[in-house]
């Protein structure tokens, strides 16, 4: 006797990742009971979203044109290309404001276990972007999780073997980071990776 | 340089209950890149909810005409009136098929800490319901929290004083359940409301 169209609204909100059957009845509930502003204006942003953004040509970011304003700069190095995983990486990379080249977004990572190979990550369109002669260099940026170094291995031989220069990310203790709270592995890294003065 | 339409859905799915910055973020990417077809489900499911479900008259439940299928049917039995926080309450309640009278269903709690009184829970909706002069007894299935427990004697002052006979779910031990396992609370007032054999 519940009516079908709640039910469907419940379904559908089970979409969204880390969302189960509870608390998608919870969002049904709140949306209608306490928050039809917010619903309506989550309804339109989504279809406005699904109809206007499609990926950046050149980086493969989220863009709402064919080749995104980065890409598309006259001000960025055109020499150095930084490979991220995530959008979120690309805006913490910008954040730094010490990386001026452009970057080529994995929407992803390399995950044997989910299916995710170098195919349905699309590492030839990475190669065909990283091969267009003005790409001098490739910094790989992707997460010093397993997966991320997976995929930053994968990537670099891929690109090694085309003569461009692959480099990483380096690992070491942070910034403002006390030696007595810090992981032992982290430790043995900077010591591995440690820096002539 | 973010495309403000993603930064739109973003900040959209912060109306969700529960969601933060972070997941919302998660959420608009998962949508995006890798269930375009569930997104516009999503987005369907909440215009047309939106558009279509409104409160019934009688029950206060979500309902696709004025009056519910359940409140419009002559096989209830219309002298008892349960009243419940929420539609999952009346889902419970419906699963056990031990009852067969008729629902009103609060949507919240009084919850004065929340700014939620007697007036914003429309409790004047309910007594107006249950003096319809039909209703002969009204059973209280408010949660057996502090806040449903607040409700339902709240409840009960406004409906006794109307001349109406007023229960409540009996509390205990359950079905099922072991003394060793069951909290002293529980216990003591199971004692409390022993039943005469």
Redesign the interface.
Known sequence: ???S??D??I???R????VGPR?A?????????R??R?????????????D??RHCERCNN???TDV???CASPQRDRSLLCVVE???DL?MM?QTHAYNGLYYVL??RLSPLDGIGPRELGLDRLIARATDGEVGEVILATNFTNEGEATAHTVAELLRTRGLRVSRLSRGVPVGGELEHTDSGTIAQALVERRAL
């Not at 979409?15 to 880390?18: A, E, N, T, Y």
């Not at 619903?39 to 699904?50: D, E, T």
């Open positions: 006797m519940s009516p169209t709640l469907e609204l379904d559908a909100l979409c969204l990742p880390g608390s009845q919870r969002m049904a509930y709140h949306l209608l009971q928050d039809q917010g619903a309506a204006r989550l309804a339109h942003a989504l279809a406005y979203a699904l206007v953004l989220f863009s709402e995104c304003a980065r995530m959008p979120a805006a910008e929407m992803g």
